[in-house]
């Protein structure tokens, strides 16, 4: 097993793909990580780093995909229209200074923006209890939500998810094979939408948070194209005392050129 990870890990060989370098694109960012996917068609999975696939860690803002779908499900939002009042502060030491989403917003621009207090607010409507029985159902992270001081226990405290669990839980969202209604899957794939090109749809969402002395950054998501789905999710972290300013971008630069690499993308 350790040999094949250490294989799998510097270098991707297939009559599909040919041969994609899958370390060059993190040496590039100058970042430890690793991206896990999964080829729907022929059913394999694809690592960068498959012990790293299996660690589990904060989801931070991914969590805002079956977070939409909960918060759909259960009616405390009817639709990705619906206005959320904005609750006149936040946190800007945990949340960092961000101006542009402190106002009333629509659940598909907070998803869009990644504004954490719309979605804090939300929790506290849907409630632990309800919270736990929609992970569970699902088979999503840990289900340990102690460890938060308040509501947003995707961002601190002991609970976490693995890449490798979600991108099995992003498989799932696409066969609509959790407990939610069509119209919730409809909704939250809607507002996941971020290309839209006549070869390919991509469909994704990103997070960081600052816990534990690090920083934890992640980019899930899938691309669908005519004959093929990919899921993808990676995860960046490094401690915070190190600095490096493209750690933002670099969640999505590294992905990107895997999958261009594998042809995925254009």
């Not at 790293?52 to 803002?61: F, K, Q, V």
């Amino acid at each position: 097993m350790l040999l094949r990870t250490v294989l799998v890990g510097l270098f991707l060989s297939t009559a599909a793909f040919g041969q994609i370098d899958l370390q060059k694109p993190f040496q590039d960012c100058g970042i430890e990580g690793s991206t896990t996917i999964y080829d729907y068609k022929n059913k394999k999975w694809i690592y960068s780093n498959e012990a790293d696939s299996r660690i589990a860690t904060l989801p931070a803002s991914t969590f805002k995909i079956i977070n939409s779908l909960i918060v759909l499900e259960t009616g405390v939002v009817q639709d990705e229209n619906e206005i959320v009042p904005w609750v006149g502060k936040t946190d800007t030491v945990l949340y960092g200074y961000r101006p542009d989403i402190y106002h009333d917003m629509p659940i598909r621009e907070a998803f869009e923006k990644s504004a954490g207090w719309v979605y804090v607010e939300l929790a506290k409507k849907v409630g632990n209890e309800r919270y736990l029985d929609y992970l569970k159902k699902s088979g999503y992270g840990n289900q340990d939500l102690s460890g938060a001081e308040g509501a947003d226990f995707w961002n601190f405290g002991k609970f976490a998810i693995s890449p490798a669990n979600q991108v099995s839980f992003l498989r799932d969202f696409y066969e609509e094979k959790l407990p939610f209604s069509k119209r919730t899957y409809e909704i939250v794939k809607r507002i996941m939408v971020l290309e839209k090109t006549d070869d390919y749809t991509l469909r994704a969402k990103t997070g960081w948070t600052r816990y534990g002395g690090n920083d934890t950054g992640w980019w899930v998501g899938y691309v669908e194209r005519k004959d093929n789905v990919y899921f993808f999710a990676t995860r960046l972290i490094k401690p915070r005392t190190t600095p490096n300013r493209r750690f933002t971008q670099c969640r999505i630069e590294i992905t990107k050129a895997i999958l261009r690499q594998m042809q995925v993308l254009d």
